[in-house]
Every structure is written in structure tokens, then in C-alpha cells.
């Protein structure tokens, strides 16, 4: 079965540039989230997508933007980056009309040098 | 905001013991779930618990959801050394998308 695809799986950056993370969710899932999981810690959510509007917002920085495109994939934007978002950023999926869980992609492990 | 507290925060126990991880939220829950993460990997759905009270078996482990939609507990029968990971409890409050997670109990199993 078809999962929850993320790219790239690793990534390496200089502070203050950016970054983008792609997420493509499971075939007729509508919803999308993104979540930031530093080490051995919780996930913690960001941001929340349904049928490509924007549908809930958490604690994603000022710096950090994100968007659901018309094949429901979604893209975490991040810029100036800073030595605190290194950290394992997981995309979720789920879908509205189904029992409410979330499917987790494998993560984009995001190192900020 | 929402709040959720999920204790004890490691727990190692012998393989063949029990164990137990407990979830309160500082706010009513219209659901909660549960999820496993294994080292190194991504969060796995468990279970979806939503009526109050609730109580739901899978095998060797048992999910409670407390009668006032609070609270919730994982206790897990004769450990087994697959059980190993992290265990996290996830609330959703009324007409919130985004689920929020406790900080995970780790299960450390000795053989």
C-alpha cells in the first residue's frame, strides 16, 4: 500500500539559508500535517492543511511557511534558518472522511550547521 | 493552550513484566490516540479511542479513555522485547485539525 512519501530524507544547511521539504500523502487523503520532532522529544505540530486551505496552526515560526498544491502534495518552506531547527520534521496524512489517524511519512532529518 | 502530560517518561522493566504509561490533558478531549515510534523511525497509529470511558484490546495491549475524556493509559501484558520504543498519546480538543502529542513514554526492555 501507498504510504506517506517525504523528500529529501536528509538535509544539510548553513544558517540563515533555506530550506524546503515536500511532502506527497496517501492517494485520496485530503489533509496534511507537518510536525518538528527534536531529539528525544515529542512531535511537536506546525501546521495543518485540508483540501489545500490552511485549516489549523500551531506553533510553526514566522519564518516558516507552507502551502497544499492542487495534487494535495505540500511543501514546508523554511528561511533564515537557525542552529534550533535542526530537528526531524515528519508530514502526516489523514483523511476526513476516515477514522481520523494519521499516516507519518519517514521524516526529513534537517541539519542546520 | 491545549496540554497534554504523559508520564512516567522512561520506564525499563524486565521482559515478561508489565507496563503502563498514563496520559492527561489539561483539557477535554474529543478523542485521543495512541502511537508507537520505534528508535530511528516515524510514529505508527495504534488506536483511536472516543467515547468516554472507553476501553480497547489489541492482543497484549489495553487502552483505556477516562470517563471524563481526560485521561487515557496504555498497559501492555508480558512485555516482549518488540515492544520496545516510544509510546505516545495524541489529543485532539474540539474543532482543532492538529493533533498534540505527549512527550512519549520510552520503554526500555531488558532481557
Known amino acids: 500500500a501507498a504510504g506517506v512519501i517525504q523528500s529529501p530524507r536528509h538535509l544539510i544547511k548553513e544558517k540563515r539559508e533555506t530550506a524546503t521539504l515536500k511532502c506527497y500523502p496517501i492517494?485520496?487523503?485530503?489533509?496534511v500535517y507537518w510536525y518538528q520532532q527534536g531529539p528525544g522529544q515529542d512531535p511537536q505540530f506546525l501546521i495543518s492543511?485540508?483540501?489545500?486551505?490552511?485549516?489549523d496552526k500551531g506553533s510553526i515560526p514566522d519564518r516558516f511557511s507552507a502551502q497544499q498544491f492542487s495534487d494535495y502534495h505540500s511543501e514546508l518552506n523554511m528561511s533564515s534558518l537557525e542552529l534550533g531547527d535542526s530537528a526531524l520534521y515528519f508530514c502526516?496524512?489523514?483523511?476526513?472522511?476516515?477514522?481520523?489517524?494519521?499516516?507519518f511519512g519517514s521524516g526529513t532529518q534537517l541539519s542546520v550547521l | 493552550g491545549q496540554q497534554v502530560m504523559q508520564i512516567p517518561q522512561y520506564q525499563h522493566v524486565q521482559e515478561g513484566e508489565d507496563f503502563t504509561t498514563y496520559c492527561n490533558s489539561s483539557?477535554?478531549?474529543?478523542?485521543i490516540q495512541w502511537y508507537k515510534q520505534r528508535p530511528g523511525g516515524h510514529p505508527v497509529f495504534l488506536i483511536q479511542?472516543?467515547?468516554?470511558?472507553e476501553v480497547k484490546k489489541q492482543k497484549r495491549l489495553t487502552f483505556q479513555f477516562g470517563e471524563a475524556k481526560k485521561n487515557s493509559s496504555l498497559h501492555i501484558t508480558a512485555t516482549q522485547t518488540t515492544d520496545v520504543g516510544t509510546y505516545f498519546c495524541?489529543?485532539?480538543?474540539?474543532?482543532?485539525?492538529?493533533?498534540?502529542f505527549g512527550k512519549g513514554t520510552h520503554l526500555i526492555i531488558q532481557p
Open positions: 479511542l472516543v467515547k468516554s470511558g
Open positions: 492543511f485540508y483540501e489545500k486551505m490552511q485549516s
Open positions: 502526516a496524512s489523514s483523511s476526513a472522511a476516515g477514522d481520523e489517524k494519521l499516516f
Open positions: 492517494p485520496r487523503h485530503d489533509t
Open positions: 495524541a489529543g485532539r480538543g474540539g474543532g482543532a485539525d492538529g493533533l498534540t
Open positions: 483539557t477535554t478531549l474529543s478523542n
